[in-house]
């Protein structure tokens, strides 16, 4: 089965500073896709970026970037420029294109520092 | 557009008790999910239907929970009898499709069971 690992648990950044968040997976598939999902304090779970495992272009929405690295099954996400209000969870997840369960990590837990 | 609604949004029960949660999706999405999110964990699966029909509930523990999407657009969770080991917060989402497809999340409901 699929296995998606978050190995920082808690990351803190100075406001308009840069942070990389990790995430590594595991799978014998080659056709996948990758989120990255934020959820703010009490408050629901957004997408923050996706990547589709033939594209070789890493996703970029705005100060989000990811690295997604293929053959070493690594897909970070990069935050520029962090505002006090990207404090949250960030949860990076797989799903199979051709299955259904979506698996999660186990999260980290951002923190902005005025 | 409005979200995916969800109620309540706070539950505390008695262990053996029975409990059952609500989820109404985002109008025109046919996926819906059901998530256990244990504290400090990932949300895991629990069930997915596509429409009114069930496409994975591989991960749902059948002799105590049990779901239903009665005409393919709202859905309700229940428990019975619970579990201590069942506190958590229950999320649902939709999407308009599978695969690629955004999860939209609602707010949860999280379950105290003492």
């Known amino acids: 089965a699929q296995t998606v690992t978050q190995s920082q648990p808690e990351m803190s950044v100075q406001e308009a500073e840069t942070v990389t968040l990790s995430c590594t997976y595991d799978t014998s598939e080659s056709d996948y896709y990758l989120f990255w999902y934020k959820q703010p304090p009490s408050r629901q779970m957004i997408l923050v970026i996706r990547q589709e495992a033939y594209k070789q272009q890493n996703a970029t929405e705005n100060r989000f970037s990811v690295n997604f690295q293929k053959a070493a099954k690594s897909f970070s996400l990069k935050i520029s420029d962090s505002q006090l209000g990207d404090a949250a969870m960030y949860f990076c997840?797989?799903?199979?294109?051709?299955?259904?369960?979506?698996?999660f990590g186990a999260g980290t837990r951002l923190t902005v520092k005025p | 557009e409005a979200g995916v609604a969800q109620s309540p949004r706070y539950k505390i029960i008695e262990k053996r008790q029975s409990v059952a949660f609500w989820c109404n999706p985002i109008s025109g999405h046919a996926t819906l999910y059901w998530y256990q999110q244990i504290l400090g964990q990932g949300p895991k699966l629990l069930i997915q239907f596509q429409n009114n029909g069930v496409v994975d509930d591989s991960q749902l523990p059948k002799d105590r929970f049990s779901a239903e999407r009665l005409k393919g657009v709202d859905s309700t969770l229940k428990i019975q009898p619970a579990k201590l080991e069942d506190s958590a917060v229950y999320l649902c989402?939709?999407?308009f499709g599978q695969g690629v497809y955004e999860q939209y999340f609602g707010p949860g409901t999280r379950l105290t069971v003492t």
């Open positions: 989402a939709s999407s």
């Open positions: 997840a797989y799903r199979s294109a051709g299955g259904n369960d979506m698996r």
